[in-house]
T-cell receptor, first 119, second 116 residues
Framework: AQTVTQSQPEMSVQEAETVTLSCTYD???????LFWYKQPPSRQMILVIR??????QNATENRFSVNFQKAAKSFSLKISDSQLGDAAMYFC????????????????FGQGTILTVHP | EAGVTQSPTHLIKTRGQQATLRCSPI?????VYWYQQALGLGLQFLLW???????NRGNFPPRFSGRQFPNYSSELNVNALELEDSALYLC???????????????FGNGTRLTVT
């Protein structure tokens, strides 16, 4: 079974600065999808960014970018020009591309990282 | 476009009772997922329904069950409630099996279940 590990329970950043959240995963598969979600105090999980494992180019969405290191099974999220609204719990998630088995269709989440943004 | 809606927002039950949680997916989505988010435990996969069928379930006891209706809405039932069932229950929807690998899950705001 796949596992996702976020080793930083909490991180903090000053407004307008850059922060990187770490994520590693364990899998024997070669094709899969990776996601970062944020969960603000409102509780709703919001997709931040996604990456297909077969793509070498790192995904970017405005101020959010990832550093995808497939060999190292690492998928970190970089937030540039941090804003107060970025404060949330951030979850890294893995989805297998294979059909069938216990991993079929589900997203496996890490434990989350609480990000605090200081004004 | 309306998002994923869940009801009720909060639910308080006594140990041993049954709880029913409801979820309406985004229009056009046929897959519905249920996750449990207990304090300090992250999101644990509960169930996945697509086209009315249960496609996968997580490592939870059989007293956690559910179903998906013809309009793709879904219901999660938790029987014989235990104190440790207290958690936020999140529902998510996505496009169906043929397309979902790259399509993200869209989450609702959750139902906070408290068991006393």
């Amino acid at each position: 079974a796949q596992t996702v590990t976020q080793s930083q329970p909490e991180m903090s950043v000053q407004e307008a600065e850059t922060v990187t959240l770490s994520c590693t995963y364990d899998t024997s598969e070669s094709d899969y999808y990776l996601f970062w979600y944020k969960q603000p105090p409102s509780r709703q999980m919001i997709l931040v960014i996604r990456q297909e494992a077969y793509k070498q180019q790192n995904a970017t969405e405005n101020r959010f970018s990832v550093n995808f290191q497939k060999a190292a099974k690492s998928f970190s999220l970089k937030i540039s020009d941090s804003q107060l609204g970025d404060a949330a719990m951030y979850f890294c998630a893995y989805r297998s591309s294979g059909a069938g088995g216990t991993s079929y269709g589900k997203l496996t989440f890490g434990q989350g990282t609480i990000l605090t943004v200081h004004p | 476009e309306a998002g994923v809606t869940q009801s009720p927002t909060h639910l308080i039950k006594t140990r041993g009772q049954q709880a029913t949680l409801r979820c309406s997916p985004i229009s056009g989505h046929t897959s519905v997922y249920w996750y449990q988010q207990a304090l300090g435990l992250g999101l644990q996969f509960l169930l996945w329904y697509d086209e009315g069928e249960e496609r996968n379930r997580g490592n939870f006891p059989p007293r956690f069950s559910g179903r998906q209706f013809p309009n793709y809405s879904s219901e999660l039932n938790v029987n014989a409630l235990e104190l440790e069932d207290s958690a936020l229950y999140l529902c998510a929807s996505s496009t169906g099996q043929s397309l979902f690998y790259n399509s993200p899950l869209h989450f609702g705001n959750g139902t906070r279940l408290t068991v006393t």
